[in-house]
């Protein structure tokens, strides 16, 4: 597995969602922020979490919270106001107790590839103290989908 953007490592799950380029989100070159593109990673990490059962109120209900503790973006085209943009939303297993995404986000008219991305996040227990070996609710969940046995 890699930990740059340049390659796509291999996705255990996909997920892809829409989202609309809002006046609010544009600066005054008229081009999407570049803060914004984070807040699209959240809005993939967000819609995975709905399709396969993995959101942040699940992992905070059983326990543990889940801190992004890196995220990086690397730009190649810009957004403009009124583009829809697609996030590709791709979870990448890790042995560790970690969660790692990566993303792609393209330009819905034309499929121009404008951002990619990666963030790790970490569990934290009920005392805000890291977790060093996988929960158990993570665990299961990855039995769930596959991904491990």
Not at 77 to 88: F, H, K, Q, Y
Not at 117 to 128: H, I, Y
């Amino acid at each position: 597995m890699h930990r740059g953007i340049g390659k796509i490592a291999e996705a255990a799950l996909i997920d892809r969602t829409t989202v609309q380029v809002r006046f609010s989100e544009v600066d005054s070159m008229r081009i999407v922020w570049h803060g914004e593109y984070i807040r699209y990673f959240e809005d993939g990490r967000e819609s995975f979490g709905r399709r396969y059962g993995l959101s942040y109120m699940n992992l905070y209900e059983a326990g543990y919270k889940v801190p992004i503790v890196e995220i990086n973006c690397e730009y190649k085209s810009p957004l403009m106001v009124d583009d829809r943009a697609i996030v590709e939303t791709r979870f990448i297993n890790k042995d560790s107790a970690k969660i790692v995404f990566e993303y792609s986000v393209f330009r819905e008219a034309n499929n121009t590839l404008v951002a990619t991305g990666r963030s790790v996040q970490v569990f934290l227990d009920n005392e805000d103290q890291l977790v060093l070996s996988n929960p158990d609710i993570y665990l299961e969940w990855k039995k769930r989908w596959k991904i491990i046995e």
